[in-house]
């Protein structure tokens, strides 16, 4: 899987040089490209902003060098295997599924803008020639796409054959299918006793069926409480 970065801070991205998905592009399951937007401006101050059509506060990111960095990252060939994935406050909600359905991309391009947004005519462009997806991380408002991509990123590659060390665990996270979409039960270790709290008895006590039978339990009651939204049958 090979993943671009278009952003005017490409700093931001050597992080993902840290931990697992380091340890991904060390073993050549992901390959990583951040790209500053100011090596496609030509003006003396590399401006890649502008005041906004029909008036407006703020600035809007100029189409220009983001034409001209999909023309040097991309080509002009239509490919919808191509993923151009664009963080935005106006976009649907990144979920699950998303990452799900995004770990299966061989290639993905991170759009991440600043200012007030991008001219709309890129996302227009870039949706004639890729598979365009424009995605919120929440309802809170960011600065930029960078952060955004950022936990896109590691929800995405984390999915990816061969990145997680123990791919079982994936199986019993919050939002998983196996998992029934529910928030994931709370987990505990050593030591037995803690500062007057204890771990719960059925955890000690081996019996694989009353573990079970308490962790969907947990995950059931702690789904009502905080997230009664993923819950289908109620
Ligand atoms: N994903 C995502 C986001 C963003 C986000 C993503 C990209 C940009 C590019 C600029 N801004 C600042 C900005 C602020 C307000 C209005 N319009 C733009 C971005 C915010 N904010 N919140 C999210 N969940």
Known sequence: ??????????????????????????????????????????????????????????????????????DDLLGADPDPSVHVVIPTPSGTPFRQD???????????VFCCGRYEGIDHRVIDYASEHWSVHELSLGDYVLNGGEVAALAMTEAIVRLVPGVLGNPESLSEESYSQDQEGLLEYPV????????????????MSGHHGHIAQWRREQSRELTRR??????TDE
């Open 1 to 70: 899987m090979r993943l671009d970065y278009l952003t005017i801070f490409p700093e931001f991205f050597d992080v993902l040089g840290i931990s697992l998905l380091g340890k991904a592009v060390d073993n050549g399951i992901v390959d990583i490209h951040a790209h500053d937007l100011r090596t496609w401006t030509h003006d003396r101050h590399r401006t890649v902003d502008d005041t906004p059509c029909g008036g407006g506060a703020g600035m809007v990111m100029k189409p220009d060098p983001w034409g001209e960095a999909f």
């Open 226 to 231: 905080r997230r009664p939204d993923l819950l």
């Open 98 to 108: 998303d990452a799900a359905q995004l770990s299966h991309a061989d290639r993905i």
């Open 188 to 203: 505990y270790t050593r030591p037995a006793s803690w500062r007057g709290w204890d771990v719960p008895e059925v955890l």
